[in-house]
């Protein structure tokens, strides 16, 4: 059975345009009653809401499916994809308040600039084998295969980014720091057999900030891939980054080595 429920969806924008007006233009929270319907998710009642009161909602989407990763949004102030968080785990009287992910820059209403990811991850060195390997010449034991699939899983929706706390209110952090999603890529080609170079922990730790990182494992809680993001991959790459620091015999070896 269908039922009316209340939203409370963010409206506004870093700039005043033909839709939203200056007043509205620095954003406040609107209220409405929109239409649910059995099965329903919260994706399907922000669009019922663009069909039927606002054509000017701002929202960005694709899958509806939980693989594009394009419809993030903090729902009731968690980080979650709209098209994946079902109306039934709400009360028919609840108040579900829709606002967008806060870590990066708001364009408008439920949309954000998420390219500082992009930048990140351009600054990344990219896969690299070692020279004279032919497309076919080498073959991936399974085990390999095994070691870094959960990190492909990945959708890039960018919640872990949007929930670390180093970037989450400082945006100076961003320079320095290039979070989760970025250091499950480092540790998946770290984990490559192929990877010759660069030393891909060294790298986290000098240019990707790793070390601001101090464990908090939210970006694992809010993963909707349910990548182990520190466990598998922060933990083990700042672990051998200590290790190769401070460990007496690699310190010996690596001044032997420098002669
Ligand atoms: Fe999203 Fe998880 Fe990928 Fe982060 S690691 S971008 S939370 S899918
Ligand atoms: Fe941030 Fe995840 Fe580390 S939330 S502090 S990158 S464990
Ligand atoms: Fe693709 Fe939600 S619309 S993940």
């Known amino acids: 059975m269908g039922y009316q429920a209340k939203f409370?969806?963010?409206r506004g924008a870093g700039r005043p345009d033909e839709t939203i007006t200056a007043a509205e233009a620095d954003g406040a929270l609107h209220d409405y009653e929109v239409e649910v319907n059995e099965g329903e998710v919260v994706l399907d009642v922000i669009?019922?809401?663009q069909q039927t009161q606002t054509p000017d909602l701002a929202v960005r989407w694709n899958c509806k499916a939980g693989k594009c990763g394009s419809c993030s949004a903090e729902v009731n102030g968690k980080?979650?994809?709209?098209?994946m968080t079902r109306m039934s785990t709400?009360?028919?009287g609840e108040t579900v308040t829709v606002t967008p992910i806060r870590t990066f820059p708001l364009i408008r209403d439920l949309v954000t600039d998420v390219?500082?990811?992009?930048?990140?991850?351009?600054e990344m060195p990219a896969f690299a084998p070692p020279p004279g390997v032919e497309p076919g010449e080498y073959r991936m034991q399974q085990v390999d295969v095994e070691r870094s699939q959960e990190f492909r899983k990945c959708i890039e929706c960018f919640l872990c980014q949007n929930t670390c706390h180093v970037v989450r209110d400082h945006d100076e952090n961003k320079q320095a720091f290039a979070g989760p999603r970025l250091f499950?890529?480092?540790a998946e080609l770290d984990m490559h057999p192929l990877d010759a170079k660069p030393d891909r922990k060294e790298f986290a730790q000098a240019t990707q900030g790793i070390g601001y990182c101090n464990i908090t494992k939210c970006c694992s809680e809010v993963c909707p891939e349910h990548i182990h993001i520190t466990d598998n991959a922060i933990i083990p790459m700042k672990e051998r980054v200590v290790d190769r620091k401070y460990d007496p015999i690699t310190w010996l070896g690596s001044k032997i080595g420098r002669r």
Request: glycine share 0%.
């Open 90 to 92: 709400f009360a028919e």
């Open 184 to 186: 499950i890529r480092a």
């Open 79 to 83: 980080p979650r994809l709209m098209c």
């Open 47 to 49: 669009h019922r809401l």
């Open 8 to 10: 409370r969806v963010w």
């Open 115 to 122: 390219s500082y990811n992009y930048q990140k991850a351009r």
